[in-house]
């Protein structure tokens, strides 16, 4: 096969390797010494065509001073691409820094920052190079510490510190864990997969294979052979860089151009579509508007009749073309680059369920964790105790939680304060940072619904709130007490009602199902101690096609972790909204609503809104997230969305709507991060067969 064509001539590769070390107490590598040569010959093969004049290999380099001297040497005229790789022993400082072992290397705490170069020190030397892309590989032990000092690769050529063109970064582990190496001496196994990958290449991948590709089958080689899970991160466009070619069969490529073209056309298309039935619903619309206003004058039965008969039949055929409208989007979900997941390429350990004989069910498994044990997770979400099991236990089959609870006050003259809270684990000043760190703005109608997380004292998951935002009734007995006006000006209340996401999770149950538990309780002054409440089994929602379809791409688009906000949605009251907010949610794993936050009205002209989906009336600037118009086609946000975000719409639009039960059971907490993600879109259940 032919080689690819590039010109790499202002482009470098530097490869650092350290097999042997001075100290007993880090151990040698003696697969490290055959990394160096091994990815030089494939640089350097017709897989990736780098001149072998291009390549500096830096192997047992004994001082940090002097990797540091070559390093700058190197790099000064590199205008183009550059490329680093490091193999050997990772080590932790005590500050929490990323050292990478050398010949000469101590691994006591005092000598091992001296005697070894720190990844920030790499970092602030690759700073000054003027290469517009940058492609960072390390394998060894804790490797994702690097990611804390990335910002160190901003171009320092740029007064206002602007990233440089792309940077990527692969890592072979995480942060507290070890790479591995085979016993008989062998390559490393996250450089042999490496390796490997670029060898045998993709099938369903275009002739050149990027960064970003190689790493995510990497990843699924790696996690399928039960190694340890590497890392990625990245800046602007580094990870489109063309590494390789790709060595699968030709026939296996994909026509990317091709594909782009019809996906352009079919999105014209679709829009032209869109057009068109947006002027026939705005005409069945008013169409409806005139029927009522006649069926409101008519004076007998059977004119009665034939009107509503006729506005039945407008409503229907609103239905209809928006259904048929949302259906047109279903072609154009499958993205160029988004290949839907198949038994092939799917990491069946990490999606599957447990079996019954590996713990007895989900609900089990956060009894245990909700034990006194520490930290679950490196990002420090933590299910926290203690719980009595039996107790747990004969609540869980009640439905019955304990809940903290707030009354929160707002009038003309001041931010608000707490009124009164219960007496447990949460104290004022913790509701008091609820409502302002989810505030969203004055609310036009009332009520209106927030919902948010209260970290614990780690910065993890403890508990899951919702805040009722009302006007108390102008009975006080009838509202616990409270006043509607004070001085003549309505007062605005949040009750606030938090349960630990455990006790949520356990039931899996929504938000609609807390505030149906709580709606009527209305915290009078005499309350003091924690309220304990039985969490009603609501029906599912049940939404039109269209609505359906809509809520998918919402929920696809809140991978992209940029706020969603959606206008147009003023006819439909707070409940409404917070059920459909419910059902987005419903495809999503459950354990994503650790870290959600939602409001079902936000202020247009409220600022630094930490929520992450809302109804507002308004656009935002494009940086306070992205604006949907409700039932109006998502495809648009998706096309620009990364591949993670396409390849789960695309799930969803193929079956994965029908798999919100093992949805509901995935419990575990997840963050909006890039990085879990990944894992989100790796671990989407198989559709159940209908």
Known sequence: MSAIVRDLSRSRAILISNATYRDRDIPNLPGAARCVPAMSKLLTSNLCG???????????????????????????????????YYVGHGMRTSDGKLALALADSYADSERLPHTAITYE?????????????????????????????????????????????????????????????????????FTEAFIDVVRDGIPGKPAQVTIDQIFTELRSRLIRASRPEPVQSGIRDAHHWPFARNAAPPQTHRDLEAENATLARQLAEARSLHAASEVRMAALRSE???????????TTARSKRELQNAIDSAERQIEDTASAANTQDAP????????????????APRGQRAAPDQAENARDRLMLAAGPAGPTRDEGITLTGPIPWAAERDAADARLVPVEWALWERDARKDGHVIRCSDGALG???????VIRFASGVKETLPQYTLGWIPDSSGGVEYLAV??????????????????????????????????YVGLALHRATYSELVGAVRDTQLPAELTGLLQIQLPELDPPHFIPAVRGFAGGVAALLLTTRPVYILGAVNFDAIDRLRFIDYVMSLLPYG???????????SATARDLKVRLFFSNARRAPEDGTCLHWLQSVVTEL?????????YANWLEHGGGNALAELADQVDPVRFTAEDVYRVVDNAPRPPRR
Request: hydrophobic fraction near 45%.
């Open 50 to 84: 780098w001149p072998a004049s291009r390549l500096t290999a830096l192997q047992e380099v004994a001082a940090p001073s002097a990797l540091a001297v070559e390093l700058i040497e190197q790099v000064k005229d590199v205008q183009d691409v550059l490329l680093l």
């Open 121 to 189: 020190g790499i970092a602030r030397i690759l700073r000054r190079c003027p290469a517009t892309t940058k492609i960072v590989i390390l394998d060894c032990c804790h490797a994702e510490l690097a990611n804390r000092v990335q910002y160190q690769f901003q171009s320092a050529e740029v007064i206002d510190a602007e990233p440089v063109d792309g940077l990527y970064f692969i890592g072979a582990s995480r942060m507290r864990e070890s790479a591995r190496s085979p016993l008989d001496g062998g390559l490393p196994y």
């Open 288 to 298: 409806v508007s005139d029927l009522k206003t006649q069926l409101n004058k008519a």
């Open 332 to 347: 154009l979900l499958a993205s160029p680059v988004a290949p839907a997941a198949d038994e092939d390429t799917a990491v």
């Open 428 to 434: 004022p000043a913790d509701f008091h940072r609820f």
């Open 467 to 500: 805040g009722i935002h009302e006007l108390a009734d102008k009975d006080p007995a009838r509202s616990g007490g409270r006043v509607r006006a004070s001085r003549d000006r309505e007062i605005e209340y949040i009750r606030l009602f938090c349960v630990r």
């Open 592 to 602: 994503l609503r650790a870290t959600f936050s939602a409001s079902t009205w936000a």
């Open 639 to 647: 096309y620009a969305a990364d591949l993670p975000v396409r390849h």
